[in-house]
Protein backbone atom coordinates (compact mmCIF):
# COMPACT_ATOMS: atom_id res chain seq x y z
CA UNK A 1 0.00 0.00 0.00
CA UNK A 2 0.89 3.41 -0.87
CA UNK A 3 2.24 5.98 2.00
CA UNK A 4 2.82 8.37 -0.77
CA UNK A 5 1.09 11.46 1.02
CA UNK A 6 0.67 13.57 -1.91
CA UNK A 7 -2.34 12.94 -4.34
CA UNK A 8 -2.19 11.63 -7.59
CA UNK A 9 -2.31 14.27 -10.63
CA UNK A 10 -4.88 12.90 -12.16
CA UNK A 11 -7.03 12.25 -9.14
CA UNK A 12 -6.20 16.09 -7.90
CA UNK A 13 -6.93 17.03 -11.59
CA UNK A 14 -10.57 15.80 -11.36
CA UNK A 15 -11.42 17.03 -8.06
CA UNK A 16 -10.09 20.45 -8.91
CA UNK A 17 -12.07 20.49 -11.57
CA UNK A 18 -15.44 19.63 -10.23
CA UNK A 19 -14.52 22.30 -7.52
CA UNK A 20 -13.46 25.27 -9.96
CA UNK A 21 -17.32 24.37 -11.29
CA UNK A 22 -18.90 24.96 -8.26
CA UNK A 23 -16.87 27.98 -7.67
CA UNK A 24 -14.78 26.31 -4.82
CA UNK A 25 -11.08 26.75 -4.29
CA UNK A 26 -8.54 23.90 -5.88
CA UNK A 27 -8.07 20.56 -3.97
CA UNK A 28 -4.33 21.83 -4.07
CA UNK A 29 -2.55 25.33 -3.56
CA UNK A 30 -1.38 25.12 -7.44
CA UNK A 31 -4.59 24.86 -8.63
CA UNK A 32 -6.70 27.52 -10.16
CA UNK A 33 -8.26 30.15 -7.81
CA UNK A 34 -12.24 31.61 -8.39
CA UNK A 35 -12.39 35.15 -8.18
CA UNK A 36 -16.09 35.36 -7.43
CA UNK A 37 -16.29 37.37 -4.55
CA UNK A 38 -17.75 41.08 -4.88
CA UNK A 39 -17.94 43.94 -1.97
CA UNK A 40 -21.24 42.54 -0.60
CA UNK A 41 -19.84 38.75 -0.31
CA UNK A 42 -16.69 40.44 1.70
CA UNK A 43 -18.57 43.09 3.83
CA UNK A 44 -21.17 39.49 4.79
CA UNK A 45 -18.28 37.65 5.17
CA UNK A 46 -16.43 40.26 7.78
CA UNK A 47 -19.05 41.87 9.36
CA UNK A 48 -20.33 37.89 10.61
CA UNK A 49 -16.52 37.69 11.84
CA UNK A 50 -17.13 40.82 13.72
CA UNK A 51 -19.71 39.58 15.77
CA UNK A 52 -18.81 36.96 18.02
CA UNK A 53 -19.88 35.51 21.21
CA UNK A 54 -16.26 36.43 21.98
CA UNK A 55 -16.83 40.05 22.15
CA UNK A 56 -19.44 41.11 24.81
CA UNK A 57 -16.53 39.20 27.20
CA UNK A 58 -13.80 41.03 25.60
CA UNK A 59 -15.60 44.07 26.96
CA UNK A 60 -14.67 43.36 30.72
CA UNK A 61 -10.99 43.55 29.63
CA UNK A 62 -11.59 46.40 28.48
CA UNK A 63 -13.04 48.03 31.60
CA UNK A 64 -10.13 46.36 33.53
CA UNK A 65 -7.20 46.31 31.69
CA UNK A 66 -4.23 44.66 33.01
CA UNK A 67 -6.41 44.15 36.23
CA UNK A 68 -5.65 47.82 37.21
CA UNK A 69 -8.31 50.37 37.57
CA UNK A 70 -11.57 50.40 36.44
CA UNK A 71 -11.80 52.50 32.87
CA UNK A 72 -14.88 54.86 32.62
CA UNK A 73 -17.28 54.21 29.94
CA UNK A 74 -16.29 56.96 27.55
CA UNK A 75 -12.51 56.14 28.07
CA UNK A 76 -13.55 51.97 27.29
CA UNK A 77 -15.89 52.94 24.27
CA UNK A 78 -12.71 55.14 22.97
CA UNK A 79 -10.46 52.43 23.51
CA UNK A 80 -12.73 50.06 21.43
CA UNK A 81 -12.57 52.05 18.59
CA UNK A 82 -9.16 53.37 18.25
CA UNK A 83 -8.12 49.65 18.55
CA UNK A 84 -10.21 48.38 16.25
CA UNK A 85 -9.73 51.30 13.66
CA UNK A 86 -6.02 50.86 13.99
CA UNK A 87 -6.07 46.79 14.11
CA UNK A 88 -8.90 46.18 11.01
CA UNK A 89 -6.70 48.88 9.12
CA UNK A 90 -3.49 46.29 9.05
CA UNK A 91 -6.53 43.27 8.38
CA UNK A 92 -7.19 45.22 4.95
CA UNK A 93 -4.03 47.02 4.25
CA UNK A 94 -2.52 43.11 3.82
CA UNK A 95 -5.52 41.91 2.34
CA UNK A 96 -4.39 43.75 -0.89
CA UNK A 97 -1.44 41.31 -1.86
CA UNK A 98 -4.09 38.59 -1.71
CA UNK A 99 -6.47 39.92 -4.29
CA UNK A 100 -2.99 40.98 -6.25
CA UNK A 101 -1.21 37.97 -6.30
CA UNK A 102 -4.33 35.16 -5.94
CA UNK A 103 -2.03 33.62 -3.32
CA UNK A 104 -3.11 32.70 0.61
CA UNK A 105 -1.62 34.59 3.39
CA UNK A 106 0.85 32.22 4.51
CA UNK A 107 2.36 31.73 0.60
CA UNK A 108 2.33 35.28 0.57
CA UNK A 109 5.40 35.10 3.14
CA UNK A 110 7.37 33.46 0.73
CA UNK A 111 8.23 37.17 -0.87
CA UNK A 112 8.91 38.50 2.50
CA UNK A 113 10.92 35.35 4.07
CA UNK A 114 11.63 33.20 0.65
CA UNK A 115 9.89 30.06 1.23
CA UNK A 116 11.73 28.24 3.72
CA UNK A 117 12.02 30.85 6.45
CA UNK A 118 7.97 31.25 5.45
CA UNK A 119 8.06 27.93 7.03
CA UNK A 120 8.16 30.18 10.71
CA UNK A 121 5.01 32.39 10.56
CA UNK A 122 3.59 29.44 8.85
CA UNK A 123 4.05 27.21 11.90
CA UNK A 124 2.85 30.35 14.83
CA UNK A 125 -0.13 30.84 12.76
CA UNK A 126 -1.06 27.37 12.51
CA UNK A 127 -0.72 27.25 16.42
CA UNK A 128 -2.93 30.67 16.91
CA UNK A 129 -5.12 29.73 14.38
CA UNK A 130 -5.76 25.96 15.91
CA UNK A 131 -5.79 27.79 19.17
CA UNK A 132 -8.57 29.77 17.61
CA UNK A 133 -10.97 27.08 16.89
CA UNK A 134 -11.04 25.45 19.98
CA UNK A 135 -11.71 29.01 21.53
CA UNK A 136 -14.63 29.43 19.44
CA UNK A 137 -16.09 25.30 19.77
CA UNK A 138 -15.63 25.93 23.22
CA UNK A 139 -17.73 29.27 23.40
CA UNK A 140 -20.60 27.90 21.16
CA UNK A 141 -20.86 24.72 23.25
CA UNK A 142 -20.42 27.13 26.49
CA UNK A 143 -23.56 29.40 25.18
CA UNK A 144 -25.62 26.30 23.65
CA UNK A 145 -25.48 25.26 27.07
CA UNK A 146 -26.94 27.41 28.54
CA UNK A 147 -29.53 28.09 26.03
CA UNK A 148 -30.53 24.89 25.38
CA UNK A 149 -32.13 21.79 27.51
CA UNK A 150 -30.14 18.78 29.16
CA UNK A 151 -27.13 20.66 29.98
CA UNK A 152 -24.49 18.20 28.46
CA UNK A 153 -21.39 19.86 26.72
CA UNK A 154 -19.62 17.52 24.71
CA UNK A 155 -22.54 17.11 22.15
CA UNK A 156 -22.67 20.52 21.28
CA UNK A 157 -19.07 20.64 20.67
CA UNK A 158 -19.28 17.91 18.60
CA UNK A 159 -22.08 19.22 16.28
CA UNK A 160 -20.25 22.84 16.21
CA UNK A 161 -17.02 20.94 15.37
CA UNK A 162 -18.79 18.96 12.42
CA UNK A 163 -20.68 21.53 11.33
CA UNK A 164 -17.08 23.98 11.20
CA UNK A 165 -15.06 21.16 9.64
CA UNK A 166 -18.14 20.68 6.77
CA UNK A 167 -18.57 24.62 5.90
CA UNK A 168 -14.43 24.39 5.81
CA UNK A 169 -14.01 22.01 3.01
CA UNK A 170 -16.79 24.15 1.37
CA UNK A 171 -15.55 27.58 1.86
CA UNK A 172 -16.89 29.93 -0.72
CA UNK A 173 -19.97 28.69 -0.50
CA UNK A 174 -20.08 29.25 3.20
CA UNK A 175 -19.46 32.84 2.58
CA UNK A 176 -21.91 33.17 0.45
CA UNK A 177 -25.03 30.92 2.71
CA UNK A 178 -23.31 33.51 5.55
CA UNK A 179 -24.15 36.61 2.95
CA UNK A 180 -27.71 35.89 1.71
CA UNK A 181 -28.97 34.70 4.59
CA UNK A 182 -27.55 34.95 8.04
CA UNK A 183 -26.84 38.65 8.25
CA UNK A 184 -30.17 40.16 8.40
CA UNK A 185 -31.07 37.36 10.81
CA UNK A 186 -27.94 38.80 13.09
CA UNK A 187 -28.57 42.57 12.61
CA UNK A 188 -31.93 41.82 13.54
CA UNK A 189 -31.17 39.82 16.45
CA UNK A 190 -28.22 42.21 17.34
CA UNK A 191 -30.82 45.07 17.59
CA UNK A 192 -33.22 43.68 19.43
CA UNK A 193 -30.35 42.72 22.69
CA UNK A 194 -29.12 46.24 22.42
CA UNK A 195 -33.03 47.65 22.73
CA UNK A 196 -33.16 45.68 25.80
CA UNK A 197 -30.07 46.78 27.17
CA UNK A 198 -30.22 49.98 26.85
CA UNK A 199 -33.73 49.62 29.42
CA UNK A 200 -31.81 49.75 32.05
CA UNK A 201 -30.44 53.11 33.63
CA UNK A 202 -27.03 53.55 32.66
CA UNK A 203 -24.37 54.47 35.41
CA UNK A 204 -22.20 57.99 35.08
CA UNK A 205 -20.34 58.25 31.55
CA UNK A 206 -17.48 59.54 32.91
CA UNK A 207 -16.69 57.33 36.18
CA UNK A 208 -13.42 56.14 36.08
CA UNK A 209 -9.97 56.20 34.80
CA UNK A 210 -8.30 56.92 32.00
CA UNK A 211 -5.05 55.62 33.04
CA UNK A 212 -5.22 52.02 31.26
CA UNK A 213 -6.62 53.47 27.80
CA UNK A 214 -3.58 52.33 25.77
CA UNK A 215 -3.02 48.82 27.59
CA UNK A 216 -7.07 48.92 26.53
CA UNK A 217 -6.62 49.69 23.04
CA UNK A 218 -4.01 46.57 22.84
CA UNK A 219 -6.41 44.29 23.18
CA UNK A 220 -9.09 45.65 20.96
CA UNK A 221 -5.63 45.67 18.42
CA UNK A 222 -4.54 42.11 19.06
CA UNK A 223 -8.39 40.66 18.31
CA UNK A 224 -8.28 42.51 14.82
CA UNK A 225 -4.96 41.77 14.18
CA UNK A 226 -5.28 37.97 14.73
CA UNK A 227 -6.80 37.79 11.07
CA UNK A 228 -3.81 39.58 9.63
CA UNK A 229 -2.44 36.07 9.06
CA UNK A 230 -6.14 34.71 7.64
CA UNK A 231 -7.23 38.03 5.23
CA UNK A 232 -5.91 36.86 2.22
CA UNK A 233 -6.80 33.28 2.37
CA UNK A 234 -10.09 35.12 1.93
CA UNK A 235 -9.54 38.37 -0.34
CA UNK A 236 -7.58 36.64 -2.73
CA UNK A 237 -10.94 35.32 -4.44
CA UNK A 238 -11.85 39.00 -4.57
CA UNK A 239 -12.44 40.23 -8.11
CA UNK A 240 -11.45 43.97 -7.07
CA UNK A 241 -8.57 45.39 -4.26
CA UNK A 242 -11.38 47.89 -3.80
CA UNK A 243 -14.17 45.52 -2.85
CA UNK A 244 -11.08 43.60 -0.56
CA UNK A 245 -10.17 46.59 1.44
CA UNK A 246 -13.41 48.13 1.60
CA UNK A 247 -15.60 44.84 2.73
CA UNK A 248 -12.93 43.75 5.32
CA UNK A 249 -12.73 47.43 6.73
CA UNK A 250 -16.07 48.41 7.06
CA UNK A 251 -17.51 44.97 7.61
CA UNK A 252 -15.17 44.20 10.59
CA UNK A 253 -14.90 47.03 11.95
CA UNK A 254 -18.84 48.16 12.37
CA UNK A 255 -19.78 45.02 14.32
CA UNK A 256 -16.76 44.83 16.30
CA UNK A 257 -17.27 47.80 17.86
CA UNK A 258 -21.19 47.20 18.33
CA UNK A 259 -20.57 43.45 20.06
CA UNK A 260 -17.90 44.78 22.47
CA UNK A 261 -20.15 48.13 22.95
CA UNK A 262 -22.57 45.68 23.76
CA UNK A 263 -20.66 43.89 26.35
CA UNK A 264 -20.18 47.20 27.77
CA UNK A 265 -23.93 48.44 27.90
CA UNK A 266 -24.15 44.95 29.57
CA UNK A 267 -21.26 45.13 32.14
CA UNK A 268 -22.84 48.71 33.48
CA UNK A 269 -26.16 47.56 33.42
CA UNK A 270 -26.82 43.86 34.44
CA UNK A 271 -23.73 41.97 35.11
CA UNK A 272 -21.37 42.57 37.68
CA UNK A 273 -17.90 42.69 36.03
CA UNK A 274 -16.67 41.37 39.75
CA UNK A 275 -18.32 38.04 38.94
CA UNK A 276 -16.92 34.88 39.49
CA UNK A 277 -17.86 33.18 36.02
CA UNK A 278 -18.55 36.91 33.87
CA UNK A 279 -19.11 35.19 30.41
CA UNK A 280 -21.93 32.63 31.96
CA UNK A 281 -23.31 35.67 33.74
CA UNK A 282 -23.19 37.76 30.12
CA UNK A 283 -25.07 34.95 28.65
CA UNK A 284 -27.13 34.58 30.99
CA UNK A 285 -28.15 38.35 31.08
CA UNK A 286 -28.76 38.22 27.08
CA UNK A 287 -31.32 35.07 27.35
CA UNK A 288 -32.92 36.75 30.04
CA UNK A 289 -34.84 39.47 28.39
CA UNK A 290 -38.05 38.38 26.60
CA UNK A 291 -37.55 36.17 23.66
CA UNK A 292 -33.97 36.91 24.46
CA UNK A 293 -33.24 32.76 23.90
CA UNK A 294 -33.96 33.36 20.02
CA UNK A 295 -31.71 36.24 19.82
CA UNK A 296 -28.81 34.49 21.74
CA UNK A 297 -30.02 31.62 19.38
CA UNK A 298 -29.19 32.83 16.68
CA UNK A 299 -25.94 33.85 17.27
CA UNK A 300 -24.80 31.04 18.68
CA UNK A 301 -25.35 29.09 15.76
CA UNK A 302 -23.77 32.33 13.90
CA UNK A 303 -20.71 31.77 15.54
CA UNK A 304 -19.94 28.88 13.63
CA UNK A 305 -18.37 31.14 10.54
CA UNK A 306 -15.74 31.73 13.21
CA UNK A 307 -14.79 28.56 13.99
CA UNK A 308 -15.20 27.65 10.32
CA UNK A 309 -13.02 30.19 9.38
CA UNK A 310 -9.74 29.09 11.60
CA UNK A 311 -10.36 25.96 10.53
CA UNK A 312 -10.34 26.74 6.82
CA UNK A 313 -7.31 29.23 6.96
CA UNK A 314 -5.53 26.57 9.32
CA UNK A 315 -5.56 23.93 6.37
CA UNK A 316 -4.79 26.37 3.86
CA UNK A 317 -1.71 27.75 5.68
CA UNK A 318 -0.76 24.23 6.15
CA UNK A 319 -0.47 24.09 2.48
CA UNK A 320 2.69 26.21 2.56
CA UNK A 321 4.24 23.74 3.34
CA UNK A 322 2.54 20.87 2.24
CA UNK A 323 1.64 22.30 -1.24
CA UNK A 324 0.53 19.09 -3.14
CA UNK A 325 -1.74 17.70 0.11
CA UNK A 326 -5.54 17.91 -0.37
CA UNK A 327 -6.56 20.98 1.49
CA UNK A 328 -10.08 18.45 2.12
CA UNK A 329 -8.27 16.11 4.39
CA UNK A 330 -6.12 18.59 5.88
CA UNK A 331 -9.39 20.55 6.78
CA UNK A 332 -10.76 17.45 8.14
CA UNK A 333 -7.81 16.52 10.36
CA UNK A 334 -7.50 19.81 12.08
CA UNK A 335 -11.26 20.14 12.70
CA UNK A 336 -11.40 16.97 14.12
CA UNK A 337 -8.36 17.85 16.31
CA UNK A 338 -9.51 21.07 17.01
CA UNK A 339 -12.98 19.11 18.27
CA UNK A 340 -10.84 16.92 20.32
CA UNK A 341 -9.32 19.32 21.98
CA UNK A 342 -12.49 21.41 22.57
CA UNK A 343 -13.77 18.68 24.67
CA UNK A 344 -10.98 18.74 27.36
CA UNK A 345 -9.54 22.37 26.70
CA UNK A 346 -11.13 24.86 28.94
CA UNK A 347 -11.25 28.79 27.84
CA UNK A 348 -8.85 30.87 30.54
CA UNK A 349 -6.14 33.49 30.14
CA UNK A 350 -7.90 34.88 27.13
CA UNK A 351 -6.56 37.91 27.35
CA UNK A 352 -3.01 37.25 27.77
CA UNK A 353 -3.46 34.54 24.60
CA UNK A 354 -4.69 37.77 22.89
CA UNK A 355 -1.09 39.81 24.40
CA UNK A 356 0.49 36.91 22.44
CA UNK A 357 -0.62 37.14 19.16
CA UNK A 358 -0.56 40.33 18.97
CA UNK A 359 3.18 41.07 19.73
CA UNK A 360 3.44 38.39 17.02
CA UNK A 361 1.30 39.55 14.24
CA UNK A 362 1.49 43.29 14.54
CA UNK A 363 5.53 43.88 13.64
CA UNK A 364 4.94 41.29 10.99
CA UNK A 365 2.26 43.38 9.55
CA UNK A 366 4.66 46.11 9.71
CA UNK A 367 7.71 44.35 7.96
CA UNK A 368 5.19 43.14 5.44
CA UNK A 369 3.49 46.88 4.63
CA UNK A 370 6.96 48.77 4.19
CA UNK A 371 8.15 45.79 1.78
CA UNK A 372 5.07 45.60 0.14
CA UNK A 373 3.96 48.83 -0.78
CA UNK A 374 6.88 51.24 0.42
CA UNK A 375 9.88 49.56 -0.76
CA UNK A 376 8.74 48.34 -4.18
CA UNK A 377 7.85 44.89 -3.35
CA UNK A 378 4.70 44.99 -5.16
CA UNK A 379 6.04 44.83 -8.74
CA UNK A 380 8.05 41.96 -8.16
CA UNK A 381 6.97 39.47 -5.12
CA UNK A 382 8.00 35.82 -5.55
CA UNK A 383 5.54 33.55 -4.28
CA UNK A 384 6.93 30.60 -5.86
CA UNK A 385 8.45 27.46 -4.45
CA UNK A 386 11.57 28.51 -5.36
CA UNK A 387 11.40 31.77 -3.53
CA UNK A 388 15.18 32.76 -2.09
CA UNK A 389 15.84 33.31 2.06
CA UNK A 390 15.74 36.87 3.06
CA UNK A 391 16.97 36.75 6.65
CA UNK A 392 17.23 40.16 6.53
CA UNK A 393 13.51 40.27 6.74
CA UNK A 394 13.32 38.63 10.65
CA UNK A 395 15.30 41.16 11.68
CA UNK A 396 12.82 43.92 12.08
CA UNK A 397 9.91 41.52 12.95
CA UNK A 398 11.35 40.27 15.81
CA UNK A 399 13.12 43.92 17.32
CA UNK A 400 9.11 44.09 16.98
CA UNK A 401 8.31 41.00 18.92
CA UNK A 402 10.79 42.29 21.10
CA UNK A 403 9.83 45.83 21.67
CA UNK A 404 6.21 44.56 22.17
CA UNK A 405 6.51 42.05 25.04
CA UNK A 406 9.15 45.01 26.61
CA UNK A 407 6.01 47.39 26.74
CA UNK A 408 3.45 45.03 28.10
CA UNK A 409 4.71 41.18 28.26
CA UNK A 410 2.03 38.35 27.70
CA UNK A 411 1.63 36.96 31.12
CA UNK A 412 2.09 33.66 30.11
CA UNK A 413 3.73 31.31 33.06
CA UNK A 414 7.59 32.84 33.94
CA UNK A 415 7.16 34.20 30.03
CA UNK A 416 6.22 37.78 31.73
CA UNK A 417 8.87 37.44 34.46
CA UNK A 418 11.64 36.82 32.16
CA UNK A 419 10.72 39.95 29.65
CA UNK A 420 9.99 42.55 33.36
CA UNK A 421 13.54 40.84 34.41
CA UNK A 422 15.77 41.45 30.86
CA UNK A 423 14.07 45.18 31.05
CA UNK A 424 15.54 46.06 34.45
CA UNK A 425 18.77 44.71 32.85
CA UNK A 426 19.19 46.97 30.02
CA UNK A 427 17.28 50.08 32.76
CA UNK A 428 14.17 49.54 30.39
CA UNK A 429 10.97 50.93 32.01
CA UNK A 430 7.75 51.25 29.67
CA UNK A 431 5.27 54.62 31.01
CA UNK A 432 1.92 53.37 32.09
CA UNK A 433 0.41 55.08 28.95
CA UNK A 434 2.21 53.43 26.51
CA UNK A 435 0.85 51.20 23.62
CA UNK A 436 2.47 48.07 23.02
CA UNK A 437 1.17 47.78 19.62
CA UNK A 438 1.77 51.28 18.44
CA UNK A 439 5.22 51.51 19.84
CA UNK A 440 6.20 47.83 17.98
CA UNK A 441 4.63 49.01 14.75
CA UNK A 442 6.47 51.68 14.37
CA UNK A 443 9.24 49.87 15.60
CA UNK A 444 9.26 47.53 12.94
CA UNK A 445 8.28 50.11 9.67
CA UNK A 446 11.14 52.40 10.75
CA UNK A 447 13.24 49.55 10.84
CA UNK A 448 12.07 48.10 7.94
CA UNK A 449 12.62 51.20 5.98
CA UNK A 450 15.91 51.52 7.54
CA UNK A 451 17.17 47.87 6.12
CA UNK A 452 15.70 49.45 2.46
CA UNK A 453 19.27 48.51 0.78
CA UNK A 454 18.95 44.88 1.46
CA UNK A 455 15.25 44.64 1.74
CA UNK A 456 15.25 44.90 -1.87
CA UNK A 457 17.97 42.26 -2.74
CA UNK A 458 16.15 39.38 -4.32
CA UNK A 459 17.19 36.93 -6.94
CA UNK A 460 15.14 35.96 -9.68
CA UNK A 461 12.63 33.48 -9.26
CA UNK A 462 8.41 33.02 -10.18
CA UNK A 463 7.14 36.22 -9.38
CA UNK A 464 3.67 37.85 -8.49
CA UNK A 465 0.29 35.54 -9.46
CA UNK A 466 2.57 32.43 -9.12
CA UNK A 467 2.08 30.24 -5.94
CA UNK A 468 3.55 26.76 -7.22
Known amino acids: MSTDLNPPAATSSSSSAVLASLNEPAVILDGPTPRTLGTWDQL????????????????????????????????????????????????????????????PAMVLLRGLFGTRLSYLPTVLNLLQCLGWAVFELVVIASAADQLLPGHVHWPYVLAAGI?????????????????????????????????????????????????????????????????VPLAADYTR????????????????????VAYVALGLLAFATVVSPDAVDPQTDIFGAFIAVPLGGVAFL?????????????????????????????RRLLALGIGTVATLLALIVPISKYQNFLSLIGSIFVPLAAVLIADYF??????????????????????PWIVGIAIYQLVAPSDIGHWASWWHS???????HSPSWSSASVVSLAVSLILTLLLAPWMRRRRPGRVIGSSA
Not at 59 to 88: Q, R
Not at 237 to 256: D, E, K, M, N, P
Open 44 to 103: AFWANLGVSLLGPVTALYLLHPNDGPKLSLVAAFVALCVGTVLGTLLVSIVSVPGVDTGS
Open 163 to 227: LSTLMAIRPLGSVRVLRKYVLVAVVVASVYLFVQMLRHPLPSLTAGSWSGFWPATDVMIALSVSW
Open 237 to 256: HCRTVRSAFLGSFIGYTLTQ
Open 298 to 326: ILVARELDQSFANVYSTATSAQNVLHRMD
Open 374 to 395: LLGGRGRWNVGQDAPMRWIALV
Open 422 to 428: FGDAIGW
